[in-house]
């Protein structure tokens, strides 16, 4: 019983963070584009060619 005491305080303690953090999510907008964040994730940023790795034996089969 002792420990209810201990555990209901600490327990709404964290939610009252959850919810300030959540509060201050929305403050700060960041909701506002969730179709651009999964968009975003299939975009390609890396615009250099796929480097190819070259045999220098000359064999051409790599071995």
């Known amino acids: 019983m002792r420990e209810f005491i201990f555990l209901i ?3 709404l303690c964290l939610g009252l963070i959850g919810l300030a953090a959540f509060m201050w999510a929305l403050r700060k907008e960041q909701y506002n584009d969730l179709d651009g964040a999964a ?3 299939l975009d390609d940023d890396d615009d250099r060619p796929i480097s190819t790795v070259i045999d220098d034996s000359g064999s051409g089969n790599g071995g």
Do not use: A, K, Q
Request: charged content about 15%.
């Open 39 to 41: 968009h975003r994730i």
């Open 9 to 11: 305080p600490v327990s």
